[in-house]
């Protein structure tokens, strides 16, 4: 058996009166996260990890923020696409390990059902996905609530 890992991440820019789209979640807060897609930083730092383990690039280079197939898209789709590129090298996902850093709104509660939407989309056990949330304790444009970091590993292994 073969096995890699990957390492993904991503930032996006927060905006008032913008949807937060956090894991295919709406976490109905007063900021959102601004970009090309729906800007959902969590998964896109998983399609990161997931193509950079697989040496398929990264997000930019198969969802260009110039193309406008891609315009206003939910990352699921995006994370289901990633997932195909992937699976088309013979390459299945161990596990997948991923760190959101924001000051707010709390997202423990959301946890549960960003770890079953991922699941479902990309038919993997809910077992195999761990998401985590910290903040930065105040300091720099996250602690501001400028902006929202995601983090993410995977291992993916093909017999």
Request: glycine residues 10%; charged residues 20%; aromatic residues 6%.
């Amino acid at each position: 058996m073969k096995i890699k890992v990957g390492f993904g991440f991503d930032v996006h820019q927060l905006k008032d009166a913008h949807p937060f789209i956090i894991g295919g979640v709406d976490l109905g807060h007063h900021k959102g996260a601004f970009g090309h897609s729906d800007a959902d930083v969590l998964l896109h730092a998983i399609c990161d990890a997931l193509l950079g383990a697989a040496n398929l690039g990264d997000i930019g280079f198969h969802f260009k923020n110039t193309d406008p197939q891609w315009k206003g898209v939910s990352s699921i789709l995006l994370l289901q696409e990633t997932v195909k590129l992937i699976t088309e090298k013979g390459w299945e996902i161990g596990n997948i390990d991923a760190m959101l850093c924001l000051e707010a709104p709390k997202i423990n509660p959301h946890i549960p059902q960003m770890k079953a939407n991922i699941a479902s989309a990309i038919a993997i056990s809910e077992e195999d996905i761990s998401i985590k949330a910290t903040t930065n304790e105040t300091m720099g444009f996250i602690g501001r609530e400028e902006g929202v970091v995601a983090y993410a590993v995977c291992l993916i292994q093909k017999n």
